[in-house]
């Protein structure tokens, strides 16, 4: 079956929302229509606002890092887009996912933060960990994670897991009540 929008490629997915068959381009063409109409609908941003995306070498992250770059510069939206990663100061953990974070943003050629955790409050997450043990260790990270974050930005873009259950109800708001309805959610 071929593509309802183009009509010369194959289609590869059906579109929950209106049911239209749609081959990978006008996919992709369409999700990104759907979040600028969101963007513009909502007055998420003004020229000159500083965007920082949460990378961390990780699929999620980099769905975010490129749909707004993609969309800043489509639309001209006029963000200063940056890149802010965090290490957390485990060994061993981050040292591959920042590799991955390297070549992002020598793809997108946007300014890269690289965070540490001991620089920022003045301890690493193996010396909490070595001091209270690992009972409460993410609570202390998550709390410097978005502390350091949210430094020098108007906005946060993080590309984030969500379990199977806030995820089907936001496909299934969006299917049935259309973008704003997520948004609506979320802020509710």
């Given at each position: 079956m071929q593509c309802d929008k183009c009509a010369s490629e194959p289609a590869a997915v059906r579109r929950p929302r209106g049911g239209a068959l749609?081959?990978?381009?006008?996919?992709?063409?369409?999700?990104e229509l759907d979040v600028h109409?969101?963007?513009?609908?909502?007055?998420?941003?003004?020229?000159?606002?500083?965007?920082?995306?949460?990378?961390?070498?990780?699929k999620d992250s980099a769905v975010v890092l490129h749909l707004?770059?993609?969309?800043?510069?489509?639309?001209?939206?006029?963000?200063?887009l940056l890149m802010v990663a965090i290490d957390?100061?485990?060994?061993?953990?981050?040292?591959?996912?920042?590799?991955?974070?390297?070549?992002?943003?020598?793809r997108y050629?946007?300014?890269?933060?690289?965070?540490?955790?001991?620089?920022?409050f003045g301890w690493s997450m193996d010396e909490v960990v070595s001091r209270i043990g690992n009972r409460s260790s993410c609570t202390y990270c998550g709390v410097f994670r978005r502390q350091a974050l949210e430094r020098g930005c108007q906005f946060f873009g993080a590309g984030t897991f969500s379990n199977?259950?806030?995820?089907?109800?936001?496909?299934?708001?969006?299917?049935?009540?259309?973008?704003?309805?997520?948004?609506n959610f979320i802020e509710q």
């Open positions: 749609l081959c990978k381009s006008c996919f992709s063409n369409a999700f109409q969101t963007i513009v609908e909502e007055n998420f941003f003004v020229p000159n606002d500083v965007v920082a995306i949460g990378v961390s070498g990780g707004l770059d993609r969309l800043n510069n489509r639309f001209n939206y006029g963000l200063r957390e100061g485990i060994r061993g953990y981050r040292d591959d996912s920042l590799e991955s974070v390297y070549k992002q943003q020598k050629c946007l300014p890269l933060k690289i965070l540490s955790y001991k620089d920022l199977h259950l806030i995820f089907s109800l936001l496909i299934y708001l969006h299917q049935t009540n259309g973008t704003t309805a997520v948004v």
